[in-house]
């Protein structure tokens, strides 16, 4: 009796330290610490381990369009890793509203912005620029069709750190950033701010039925070869930028603008901030 007292007083004891480092503790990604009660039988006394669950980081992602028109934006999460599916992989967004989604670390994809999207006599729904061709507003895992400005993460998959960027590797169909809200560490905005379609070249356009443009080409997408593509025998870190990559480097230094344009153009944070995703910053 002696032994089972002297064994529960301990075990209390140990739970009231561990629940008094929880309550003082403000991270998002710790693991709760474990609790112990103590049973005995006729023929032993042991310690029984309860184990708490963990509690898993959640990320805030707001999507803001400053654009003058309707956007459709579009969620990708990247199934080969760790990723849980978001709440929604689609869905409108009018001018000057905006929304947010919750992510579920650890997690990895993209998000882009459809424009100039409707719904035929069928009820097939299809836009015009990055559409995922699912028929429907939700794009249901498919990815977006090129040309396309992306917004990349991996969220909470590498030592509980944020990797985030713009990327125009894929090409161009409107302005895009990301900012980090809350965080620590070197947490700046990841931004493409200019309109990359007015200086877009001829061989690069892509238009509308009138004429206008409304989105820009990769050239690897408009050619694909190796050189522009980074493919072949240029598929190496050395792999240089082309006259055509400077394009989309010269009007968005922050985003890549080809496949090896690794330089300062990932950015990284940390303490779990959540996210905003702005349209025509």
Same mark, same amino acid.
């Given at each position: 009796?002696?032994?089972?007292? %002297?064994?529960? !007083?301990?075990? $209390? !004891? ?20 474990? =609790? ?10 042991? =310690?029984? =381990? ?9 990320? #805030? ?16 999460? !990247?199934?080969?890793?760790? #990723?849980?599916?978001?709440? +929604?992989?689609? &869905? ?8 947010? $989604?919750?992510? @579920? +670390?650890?997690? %990895? ?28 507003? +939700? ?27 713009? #990327? ?17 560490? =070197?947490?700046?905005? /990841? ?10 070249? $001829?061989?690069? @356009? ?5 004429? /206008? ?9 408009? &050619?694909?070869?190796?050189? *522009? ?28 603008? *080809? ?7 990932? &950015?990284?944070? %940390? ?11």
């Amino acid at each position: 009796m002696k032994k089972t007292l %002297s064994l529960m !007083i301990s075990c $209390l !004891i140990l739970a009231f330290f561990f629940l008094s480092v929880d309550a003082g503790y403000n991270g998002s990604d710790h693991v709760q610490h474990d =609790i112990c009660t103590v049973t005995s039988g006729p023929d032993e006394v042991r =310690i029984m =381990i309860l184990k708490r669950p963990s509690a898993q980081s959640v990320r #805030s992602i707001t999507f803001r369009n400053n654009c003058p028109s309707t956007i459709w934006p579009g969620t990708l999460s !990247i199934t080969g890793g760790q #990723s849980t599916q978001l709440s +929604t992989t689609g &869905f409108a967004l009018a001018s000057r509203a905006s929304t947010s $989604l919750d992510v @579920q +670390t650890p997690w %990895s994809g993209r998000f882009w912005a459809q424009t100039g999207c409707s719904t035929n006599t069928s009820g097939w729904f299809s836009c015009a620029t990055a559409d995922c061709a699912s028929g429907q507003v +939700t794009c249901n895992g498919n990815g977006a069709s090129l040309p396309v400005s992306l917004v990349e993460f991996n969220v909470g998959m590498f030592g509980g750190r944020d990797f985030y960027d713009v #990327s125009l590797v894929d090409g161009f169909n409107m302005p895009v950033s990301v900012s980090p809200d809350g965080g620590t560490g =070197i947490c700046h905005t /990841s931004t493409c701010p200019m309109d990359v379609n007015a200086v877009c070249p $001829l061989e690069l @356009q892509q238009k509308a039925p009138d004429g /206008s443009v409304i989105a820009c080409k990769s050239a690897c997408t408009a &050619f694909n070869q190796p050189q *522009y593509c980074c493919t072949g025998d240029f598929l190496t870190p050395a792999c240089p930028p082309t006259n055509y990559s400077m394009i989309f480097k010269n009007q968005c230094p922050q985003a890549y603008s *080809y496949a090896y344009d690794d330089v300062n153009n990932t &950015f990284t944070c %940390s303490g779990a901030p959540n996210y905003v995703i702005t349209f025509c910053p």
